[in-house]
């Protein structure tokens, strides 16, 4: 790609956003019938293929040079951030559906900058904070139950709960390797942790006292089709073209425009799942949104 085209890490960083939301939306559909670790297990294996495939196709390496204790950091990042993390988002969208999902991830920035705090001592503004309690309201709002929500309190309580952990087990990934992803390739630091991913989620499998029903649920035919384009646009082109949106174009304004994902996560639900848009979650996205946009430029 050539860097010299005008807006072209703000147009992939962007398309991010787009094809990530179009994944969600074929995850939720595929999560109908196919357990969330076979789910997982599926698209970090289809994942890992491709990624072998592009790093050979543009010269890489697999075998970067890099010590032991690197290789052993990333393998662990992508345990609990790929590994686990998505099993507990794949649960969290089986129950509280795409809509409400998009408002839970956006305490993702949150997490992260909390976390950088702690670990990497970076600073904490006062715009920010407001931020993160304008995504903590907004979560508030929209997933109020009305006399017409069709997700029981029970649900909405565990959704909320996994999504939580989800996006804590993510944060927690990024953050403790953030220095190793300034100096590692990325597509070769990309593999490493989906290969992290896979040796953390085919024990879990194997020691499952359900993994017959587990693994016979992704061959269900009427979720195939979900789960495979899912895989193939949610693991590696939204993760291939995230790459290269944020190799073109500063760090801050790619992360804003990823956070997009989230309103066009909540318009495909509507449209693709018949999600119901109702008065609190318009106003749990808008606010949802705009309290992002504070933790990310506060």
């Given at each position: 790609?050539?860097?010299?085209?005008?807006?072209?890490?703000?147009?992939?960083?962007?398309?991010?956003?787009?094809?990530?939301?179009?994944?969600?939306?074929?995850?939720?559909?595929?999560?109908?019938?196919?357990?969330?670790?076979?789910?997982?297990?599926?698209?970090?294996s289809l994942a890992v293929i491709l990624f072998i495939a592009?790093?050979?196709?543009?010269?890489?390496?697999?075998?970067?040079?890099?010590?032991?204790?690197?290789?052993?950091?990333?393998?662990?990042?992508?345990?609990?951030?790929?590994?686990?993390?998505?099993?507990?988002?794949?649960?969290?969208?089986?129950?509280?559906?795409?809509?409400?999902?998009?408002?839970?991830?956006?305490?993702?920035?949150?997490?992260?900058?909390?976390?950088?705090?702690?670990?990497?001592?970076e600073s904490l503004t006062l715009v920010q904070i407001v931020?993160?309690?304008?995504?903590?309201?907004?979560?508030?709002?929209?997933?109020?139950?009305?006399?017409?929500?069709?997700?029981?309190?029970?649900?909405?309580?565990?959704?909320?709960?996994?999504?939580?952990?989800?996006?804590?087990?993510?944060?927690?990934?990024?953050?403790?390797?953030?220095?190793?992803?300034?100096?590692?390739?990325?597509?070769?630091?990309?593999?490493?942790?989906?290969?992290?991913?896979?040796?953390?989620?085919?024990?879990?499998?194997?020691?499952?006292?359900?993994?017959?029903?587990?693994?016979?649920?992704?061959?269900?035919?009427?979720?195939?089709?979900?789960?495979?384009?899912?895989?193939?646009?949610?693991?590696?082109?939204?993760?291939?073209?995230?790459?290269?949106?944020?190799?073109?174009?500063?760090?801050?304004?790619?992360?804003?425009?990823?956070?997009?994902?989230?309103?066009?996560?909540?318009?495909?639900?509507?449209?693709?799942?018949?999600?119901?848009?109702?008065?609190?979650?318009?106003?749990?996205?808008?606010?949802?949104?705009?309290?992002?946009?504070?933790?990310?430029?506060?």
């Amino acid at each position: 790609m050539d860097a010299s085209i005008p807006y072209l890490g703000k147009g992939l960083a962007l398309l991010t956003a787009v094809v990530w939301a179009f994944a969600v939306v074929l995850f939720r559909k595929s999560g109908e019938t196919v357990h969330p670790i076979a789910l997982n297990l599926f698209k970090n294996s289809l994942a890992v293929i491709l990624f072998i495939a592009t790093i050979w196709l543009f010269g890489g390496s697999l075998l970067h040079p890099a010590p032991a204790h690197i290789y052993i950091l990333l393998l662990l990042s992508g345990a609990i951030g790929i590994g686990i993390g998505d099993i507990l988002f794949f649960k969290c969208l089986n129950l509280l559906g795409a809509g409400l999902t998009a408002i839970v991830d956006c305490l993702y920035s949150p997490f992260i900058i909390g976390l950088s705090v702690v670990w990497l001592r970076e600073s904490l503004t006062l715009v920010q904070i407001v931020g993160a309690l304008v995504i903590v309201s907004a979560i508030m709002i929209a997933t109020g139950i009305t006399g017409k929500e069709t997700i029981s309190r029970r649900n909405m309580v565990r959704g909320i709960i996994y999504g939580l952990l989800a996006l804590a087990a993510m944060a927690v990934s990024i953050v403790t390797i953030k220095p190793l992803l300034e100096q590692s390739p990325l597509l070769w630091a990309t593999e490493i942790r989906l290969c992290g991913g896979l040796v953390v989620l085919i024990p879990i499998l194997i020691l499952h006292p359900k993994r017959r029903t587990i693994v016979a649920s992704l061959f269900s035919h009427h979720s195939w089709i979900y789960t495979l384009l899912g895989s193939f646009f949610g693991a590696y082109v939204a993760m291939f073209i995230w790459l290269a949106g944020m190799k073109y174009t500063q760090a801050s304004i790619a992360s804003a425009l990823n956070q997009t994902s989230t309103i066009f996560i909540f318009i495909f639900a509507a449209i693709f799942l018949k999600e119901r848009i109702t008065l609190g979650r318009t106003i749990g996205i808008i606010l949802a949104f705009f309290g992002t946009f504070l933790v990310l430029f506060g």
